[in-house]
């Protein structure tokens, strides 16, 4: 990517950042009362609020993943993937920045897929190269690498299978159906169906739970 290239995406994605927090600055001002006390929203304004929320880190995983900007701690995707595996296992926030969904959570710090978002990390060069980065980042962190649309055992692969493949109910197990998830409806098919390859391995080999097995092969049929 072009220095001027990098240049102009981050003026974009700035200006529509600062646009979006004066909009919802100047909601705020105006709703207020007069004292300033205390709050005139309606169920309506309460609802667009989170909608503008919603936008605003959707622009900032826009940032993300172009290089231009961080999450909502201000970690940039390089910081992440250089992460050693003791962070990649015990951080709980980093999947759903590398590997977004549409789905709705209770937790605000997650951004949600909107069917527009979806279609720009699609069509976008390079979001698509820093999607495969951190997949491959994610896979080496499981002791995997895929060579060829194969994902394989890698030389670590016996060190690194006791953070997810060690007989027990883990966070990473879940972490692998988000990944399936993501990586299926973003653009990243082939990449997920390599992944699911090994895991049915695993599963028809008896070394993951029949519950594990069926719910990563629903993963590939995520849309929304």
């Not at 999947?95 to 978002?117: A, E, M, N």
Request: glycine share 4%; net charge negative; aromatic share 10%.
């Amino acid at each position: 990517v072009s220095t001027q290239s990098t240049g102009d995406n981050k003026m974009q994605a700035n200006f529509l950042n600062s646009v979006l927090e004066q909009q919802l600055k100047n909601k705020i001002e105006t709703d207020s009362d007069s004292d300033g006390d205390e709050w005139s929203d309606t169920e309506e304004d309460i609802k667009n609020y989170a909608k503008d929320m919603e936008m605003l880190k959707r622009v900032q995983l826009v940032e993300f993943y172009k290089g231009v900007g961080g999450d909502l701690n201000n970690r940039k995707l390089e910081d992440i993937l250089q992460w050693g595996s003791e962070t990649w296992d015990l951080d709980k926030i980093y999947i759903h920045w590398l590997f977004p969904l549409k789905t709705v959570y209770q937790d605000t710090q997650f951004p949600i897929l909107s069917d527009d978002t979806v279609q720009l990390f699609k069509n976008d060069s390079t979001i698509q190269q820093n999607l495969r980065r951190a997949f491959k980042a994610f896979i080496t962190f499981l002791g995997l690498e895929c060579t060829a649309n194969k994902v394989s055992p890698t030389e670590e692969f016996e060190v690194q299978r006791e953070y997810w493949l060690n007989g027990s109910q883990n966070d990473n197990l879940d972490r692998i159906s988000q990944v399936l998830k993501s990586c299926n409806l973003l653009g990243l098919e082939q990449e997920a169906s390599a992944l699911w390859g090994y895991l049915d391995e695993l599963g028809l080999k008896k070394r993951i739970d029949s519950s594990t097995h069926e719910q990563w092969k629903n993963c590939l049929l995520y849309t929304s």
